[in-house]
């Protein structure tokens, strides 16, 4: 995981990312379905009401949907609930780029295909910024992360959620996941027993300075 932040972060409390066709920072403009409209609101309210409403529905969400929550969140100061949303995105999107088939993912338009480097894209082009953040406070991103990881031992109806790709044999999706889960044990053994060492790189690199001063609000209830 990276714990420096990119050099190229204009600023580091508005995440700079354009993903086709999901997410476009200029506006901002979003296509995620149905939530897409709450998501990009400026009156928080109605953010918050979506945040909401998609949480009562997040077994359903597809990692897209929950990356571009998590930009949201960022944005509007909801940062450490963003961290939570971001390492649950980055989870399902790896989970889909393992268990997806990958000689039936097709080419430039399939939405297998399509799908596929959108996950990539998204954590090149949003986690330095969730990181930079999240992991000024390596106790409570332990927490997130373990909790990511407990929430996710099994594995979703991905065909419902993501209609149209193909993926490999049921069968095997349950090994792959564990797989997938137990590979998160080497951030949390980090993040125990590294505070120090993650302290000093990031003072040494400037992400502290960078992203330091950043706070969170807490998530109002509805």
Known sequence: MPLSANASVPDPARIDAYVTPYYDST?????VGNYSAGLASKNDAEF???IHAMQKRWNDLTFYETYVAAIRLYDLGYRNDAAY???TAQYRGRQFGLLADPDKLGSIGDRGFELYHAQDAFVQLVGPYINGYAFGNPDALL???????SENRTVGDLRAIYPG??????????????QLNQGMDQLTAM????KDQIARQREQNGT????GHLTSKPLPGI
């Open 208 to 211: 502290q300075a960078q992203f």
């Open 143 to 149: 927490k997130i992360v373990r909790r990511v990881q």
């Open 165 to 178: 790709v193909a993926f490999a044999n049921p069968a095997s999706w349950k090994a792959k996941n564990a």
């Open 85 to 87: 949303w971001f390492y």
């Open 27 to 31: 506006g901002p403009a979003i296509r």
């Open 191 to 194: 993040l125990s027993s590294q």
């Open 48 to 50: 918050v009401a979506t």
